[in-house]
């Protein structure tokens, strides 16, 4: 039983003031299953005013970058300072367990300072006795920031610290099953920025398409499903706003004859079953050499068997509930779609009695690609392991897909694993780890995993339009 319970956040901050919410909407503990707070569900005129507001701002924002980045210090600054406070809020609303939260809430001030220290200049492309040719980076306007409920605080401020910097405002809206740290991040920073700069907008299904389409928005960058994803691309495209989608993945891992099975058990589990599975960019399906496939499933049974599964409030906890009911079903659904075909569950396979969205960690083998828990994102606490017959077999597998965004090879020869890398589709590869993301290395995925990059110097620049100044001379 979760021991956090939040108040409702009655006021939408919109420029510097505090905006009555007509309408609310419930958030639900996942590990109680309990509705126990409540957020604003904005109208239509209150998303006109955020824009509206954030409009207003970009004239004078995008002017000053010594004053953008004395306010992204502070911001960051102010969200550390909070971590005692917003990582409850967080495990509460997400499920994931409390130092995870804290990790969280960390990390997302990490990206603040990171981009606040970033240095960027004028790109000079010729100086000479007829020309200087200066390539310029310039802010696009306000940003429609969509994120997800996996890392609502992360990924929002990973968006939200790159725009801002870059010159232009943001308008954000968090996950209706995660809004309540989002929306209190945004009471805590909002004192330290001009009225209008960053505003926090909370509401149900129906306000995504609504900023999409909004006509003030010029850039929209969107982190979530495929499907979603391909409806965010459409909305943007009738008056070509800038765009940037970060969507989902199936990561295959390919474990080479020569690998440590109990090395790689360790690793790979750490990542696959990280924040219970729910990242988009961690290990979804293993394929392993045909003599390595006994030893590895039973070493990735006994990390699943000892992980403690449980609320994310309490201490010890490895593992906590998954975010929502429905994607605690679809992960029982694939599951059992897999052990009616064949497969074999070593480990979990079962939602266990009891309140919550908990589904126990499960490792499946006696599965082959056809299965939908091999062909689809799971998203949750399943992970499949996969025999091949050679690396062309394996390559052929992890590649015959529309997924492009993480892959990684274990080998005990990291030559010889880069060279497979190499011929993985993938935005990122990883060699003897997987999920190894940093603030300065860019993120993106390659087919229906993304357009556009997130991170590092590309990350910034994909809040910017290229442009060209050139003085005769």
Avoid at 3 to 16: A, E, K, V, Y
Avoid at 237 to 261: C, F, M, Q, S, Y
Wanted: proline share 6%.
């Amino acid at each position: 039983m979760s021991r956090f319970l939040l108040p409702g956040i009655p006021s939408l901050t919109i420029d510097g003031a505090g905006v009555t919410a007509g309408q609310s909407f419930e958030v639900t503990n996942p590990a109680t299953g309990e509705r126990f707070a409540s957020a604003p569900d904005a109208s239509p005129a209150q998303l006109d005013a955020a824009f509206e507001a954030a409009a207003r701002a970009f004239r004078t924002w995008r002017t000053d970058d010594d004053a953008r980045r004395a306010a992204l210090h502070a911001m960051a600054d102010t969200i550390a300072g909070a971590t005692g406070e917003l990582a409850p809020i967080l495990t509460a609303e997400q499920g994931k367990p409390l130092p995870w939260s804290e990790f969280e809430v960390q990390g997302a001030a990490g990206w603040l300072r990171y981009y606040a220290d970033l240095e960027r200049g004028r790109q000079v492309l010729r100086d000479d006795e007829t020309a200087l040719v200066e390539l310029v980076h310039a802010p696009i306007g306000p940003v429609a920031t969509i994120v997800p409920w996996n890392f609502p605080i992360f990924i929002a401020v990973a968006k939200v610290a790159a725009a801002l910097r870059a010159g232009n405002t943001v308008v954000l809206k968090p996950s209706p099953y995660t809004p309540l740290a989002t929306l209190r991040l945004g009471e805590l920073v909002r004192d330290l920025l001009p009225g209008g700069v960053f505003n926090v907008i909370s509401g149900g299904d129906a306000l995504g398409p609504a900023m999409s389409a909004h006509p003030l928005a010029r850039k929209i960058s969107f982190t979530g499903s495929i499907a979603t994803g391909k409806k965010v691309a459409s909305a943007a495209a009738d008056d070509l706003k800038r765009l940037t989608l970060e969507l989902g993945g199936n990561d295959p891992a390919i474990v080479l004859d020569d690998a440590d099975p109990g090395v790689v058990a360790e690793q790979l589990f750490a990542t696959a079953f990280n924040n219970n599975g729910q990242a988009c960019v961690a290990p979804k399906r293993v394929y392993v050499a045909e003599a390595l496939r006994p030893a590895l499933v039973e070493a990735l049974a006994e990390h699943a068997r000892a992980a403690k599964v449980g609320d994310g409030a309490d201490a010890g906890t490895d593992l906590g509930p998954l975010n929502n009911a429905a994607q605690r079903d679809r992960v029982r659904e694939l599951v059992d779609g897999a052990v009616a075909g064949g497969a074999t569950a070593v480990t979990g396979g079962r939602a266990p009695e009891g309140p919550g969205y908990f589904y126990e960690p499960t490792i499946l083998t006696d599965v082959s690609d056809g299965a939908r828990i091999v062909d689809e994102e799971q998203f949750g606490p399943a992970l499949p392991v996969i025999a091949y017959r050679d690396v062309e077999d394996a390559l052929d597998r992890a590649n015959g897909t529309m997924f492009g965004l993480g892959a990684s090879v274990w080998s005990a020869d990291a030559d010889r694993a880069a060279a497979v890398a190499e011929q993985i589709d993938a935005g990122m590869t990883w060699i003897n780890t997987h999920t190894a993301i940093a603030f300065d290395q860019p993120f993106a995925g390659a087919k229906w995993s993304g357009i556009g990059v997130e991170a590092g110097e590309l990350g910034l620049d994909a809040y910017t339009d290229v442009r060209v100044l050139h003085r005769a001379k």
